[in-house]
């Protein structure tokens, strides 16, 4: 009954909790209706998202878009500062390429609990010498979107499609 991309970040959160895919199979087969939306979507689900936005944008990029599946939460390290960043979503291309993808919000601008009470001016500059650290450590592309993007999807699908994403073999539409 729930969008499929809902669904998915629901699945997220339920196997980051420690139910296993397996657990979850077994339930469904124990109930007496049909479960073939949750065999579907259960492929999809990726307890390495950190919250609800990152599992349902994930779902919008790959199952309605139909890019391919991203790796999730890598950590990448400067060579010049020593530094670890972890990026939301990152696709490593067969030339290479290393395309990279954050979803951003504007709390970690202005939520005083995010910045720690440093200026908006500090986090910005913080937020460039990430992308800097990101470039030197092999990044070849950085994608910023909003959620606005992933509820707008054809702005999400325009900027992954522009920093050259590729699509999946075989696209799945919801």
């Not at 490593?92 to 390429?97: F, I, M, N, S």
């Not at 959620?147 to 050259?164: I, M, N, P």
Request: glycine fraction near 8%; proline fraction near 3%.
């Amino acid at each position: 009954m729930m969008d499929p991309c809902g669904a998915v970040a629901v699945l997220d959160s339920a196997i980051c909790r420690g139910l296993t895919k397996q657990e979850l199979y077994a339930e469904c087969n124990r109930q007496h209706t049909d479960c073939a939306v949750v065999f579907h979507l259960l492929p999809h689900a990726d307890q390495r998202s950190e919250n609800g936005g990152e599992s349902y944008a994930r779902a919008v990029m790959t199952m309605r878009l139909g890019f391919a599946k991203p790796q999730q939460q890598v950590v990448f390290v400067d060579p010049l500062t020593g530094r670890t960043y972890r990026v939301d979503y990152c696709w490593r291309l067969a030339d290479g390429t290393i395309i990279v993808a954050e979803l951003d919000g504007m709390e970690k601008y202005t939520n005083p609990g995010m910045t720690n009470g440093r200026s908006m001016q500090i986090v910005v500059n913080e937020e460039k010498q990430r992308e800097d650290g990101l470039r030197r450590a092999g990044v070849s592309v950085i994608v910023r979107f909003t959620f606005g993007d992933v509820l707008h999807t054809e702005r999400l699908d325009r900027k992954l499609a522009e920093a050259g994403v590729p699509k999946a073999v075989a696209e799945v539409h919801v």
